[in-house]
């Protein structure tokens, strides 16, 4: 292996490194760093994993090659985010911290344009940029790329996830022929090798660990529950691991304001962060998150993009991606610099096919795991706690004066009675509500999780319970507010809970992602001629309704659930209680 020095990187930069922790190259910055150090220096494209030292790999020698007498612009990088866009600024700044004279400047969206154009004018040797940003200060003729040297696009696939393809383009197009272009990605779809295609030459591929693999010392455990479980089996999992520093990956904002909400009214130290939050109050978010005030970052993948926090402990995939690929990203978010992370799955019994896709993807086995019981979970939480007073500092002169005071108090307890005490302080909250709760990996003991569920109120468990203007009375069945929910949101497979049919009107529970979409297509409905009324209902089922769901469920084999497919919406378009679509006015 060899050195910093030896690769070329000059003393003033090697101090500050150094002063960093850096002591030898890490493969990325082996491979790329005297690429972009030589004269006759090709193009480069690194399938690299975000954590794999690559902003290092780009900024020391981009560093190295500012020439300060010129006040031009000479490098940009490119980045998705503005977290990372800042990451890659702070990083550089702090790589020149023994270099005179080199302006470093970060421009992002969502922040005041004027003070960047201000910073720009004061002279900007190297820009960290996103593309958005970017092309806006071209376009006003701020920032020139005409004379540039070299042009880094630093998470192309997220990029061009994200939809920055054209804006890349335009900013691409608006460089010089002869520039060198570097091009970093930890995945290499099409569309990324499009972009390098066409615009880079003779560019030299470095792969640093397996090709679209997820990180080495990353560990894949998936739990499989009741999508209706989803929640409580997160509970567990994290008090499973007492000492989790982690994000929880979401599908939708609506299900992460949902996620976190659940879990800080449930006493955990979370939050979300996504789209709906400005930036201020997103810079809050992720400023608890990086002191560890907040332990669980509940997220959308956009809104995670860039986050750079190197010790996570664990990812958690609430709900997988639609896109596999994304599970690559997620995945990488923890294992980062040189540190062992778990990235968990919690998925639903339908998604075994997902998981094996997966699985091929990243190249390594998912370990199917059982949610943990009530038992084992105290067990964990217990032998944490012992630890954690093993290893408090005890302050003797503050609490040896009232000593012999506690002494007196509790001489009449053995030493075993004492610890017990103690120890129920804290691990009574867990005792208590872990005594009696449900094994989750039992599909078909779903009684006993519902009531977890039940004894918090409202619906089960990722499912809205709607209010609808109809009954018995209208001749409606289960099989037509089936029939309804597809034919009217044109969606063919959303998940159905409980329905309730009652004379006049009825209750049904629909996967809550769709919630939105029922109330805008069922409040513009007919059915027979009377105008439907859709509500949200924020009652709990009666006892009552309860127990006519269970006769019902037994009616239909004892199917907990209804799945609205094809069959069953066929019945309904089939019948004559078909609703009418209302044209929307116009
Ligand atoms: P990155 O992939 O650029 O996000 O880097 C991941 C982490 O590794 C950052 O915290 C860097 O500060 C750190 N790092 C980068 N290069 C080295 C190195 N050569 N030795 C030790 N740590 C490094």
Redesign the pocket.
């Known amino acids: 292996m060899k050195s910093?020095a030896e690769i070329g990187i000059e003393k003033n930069i090697l101090t500050a490194?150094k002063e960093?922790?850096?002591?030898?190259?890490?493969p990325?910055?082996e491979k790329v760093i005297p690429q972009l150090l030589s004269d006759e220096g090709n193009d480069v494209v690194a399938l690299?994993?975000?954590?794999?030292?690559?902003?290092?790999?780009f900024g020391l020698p981009l560093l190295q090659r500012v020439d300060t007498t010129n006040k031009k612009t000479q490098h940009v990088v490119i980045s998705p985010t503005r977290e990372l866009c800042v990451?890659i600024a702070d990083?550089i700044k702090s790589y020149s911290k023994y270099e005179k004279g080199i302006k470093v400047v970060a421009v992002f969206g969502g922040a005041s344009i004027e003070h960047q154009i201000k910073s720009i004018k004061r002279g900007a040797h190297i820009i960290s940029a996103t593309p958005g940003r970017l092309l806006d200060l071209i376009n006003r003729r701020v920032i020139d790329l005409r004379h540039i040297q070299t042009v880094v696009l630093d998470e192309a696939d997220e990029m061009l996830n994200m939809g920055f393809r054209e804006d890349l383009e335009n900013i691409l197009s608006d460089t010089p022929k002869e520039k060198q272009t570097l091009l970093f990605s930890a995945t290499m779809p099409r569309e990324v090798k499009r972009i390098a295609d066409k615009f880079m030459t003779n560019a030299i591929e470095f792969t640093i660990g397996k090709k679209n693999a997820g990180a080495e010392n990353v560990s894949h455990i998936c739990y499989s529950v009741h999508a209706r479980d989803r929640y409580l089996a997160l509970k567990r999992i994290v008090d499973f691991n007492p000492d989790i520093y982690g994000i929880v990956f979401c599908r939708t904002r609506l299900e992460t304001q949902d996620v976190a909400a659940k879990l800080m009214n449930d006493g955990y130290n979370a939050d979300a962060i996504h789209g709906d939050l400005s930036q201020p109050q997103r810079d809050v978010v992720m400023g608890k998150f990086r002191t560890k005030h907040i332990t669980l970052l509940v997220a959308t993948d956009v809104a995670a993009r860039g986050i750079?926090i190197?010790d996570l402990t664990h990812v958690i995939n609430y709900n997988l991606p639609d896109e596999l690929e994304i599970y690559t990203h997620r995945s990488g978010r923890t294992g980062?610099?040189?540190k062992s992370g778990t990235s968990i799955i919690i998925s639903n019994l339908k998604e075994k096919r997902k998981i094996s896709t997966i699985e091929k993807k990243i190249g390594k086995k998912i370990e199917n795991k059982s949610v943990p019981l009530g038992k084992e979970i105290c067990r964990v939480q217990l032998l944490h706690m012992i630890d954690r007073m093993e290893k408090t500092n005890v302050d003797a002169t503050e609490i040896d004066e009232f000593l012999p005071e506690i002494n007196k108090k509790l001489e009449w307890l053995d030493r075993d009675e004492l610890i017990k005490k103690f120890v129920s302080v804290e691990f009574n909250r867990f005792s208590d509500y872990y005594r009696n709760t449900a094994d989750l990996n039992k599909p078909t003991d779903d009684r006993k999780s519902r009531r977890e569920e039940r004894s918090r109120g409202g619906s089960n468990e990722g499912f809205t319970r709607f209010f609808l203007n109809l009954g018995a009375m209208d001749k409606l069945s289960p099989v037509d507010i089936i029939g309804m929910v597809n034919d009217l949101t044109g969606v063919r497979d959303i998940q159905i809970g409980e329905i309730d049919i009652k004379k006049t009107f009825s209750f049904f529970e629909v996967d809550s992602e769709f919630k939105d979409q029922l109330l805008d297509t069922f409040n513009q409905a007919e059915h027979k001629g009377r105008k439907i009324n859709l509500e949200i209902s924020d009652k709990a089922p009666t006892k009552r309704s309860r127990s006519s769901r269970s006769d019902r469920r037994r009616s239909n084999g004892d199917k907990p659930r209804f799945k609205s497919g094809r069959n069953s919406s066929r019945n309904s378009r089939g019948s004559s209680n078909k609703p009418e679509r209302k044209r929307r006015r116009k």
Do not use: W, Y
Request: aromatic share 8%; proline share 4%.
């Open positions: 910093f490194i960093l922790g850096f002591e030898n190259p890490m990325v910055q690299a994993q975000t954590g794999t030292g690559k902003t290092a790999a990451q990083d750079d190197n980062r610099a040189g």
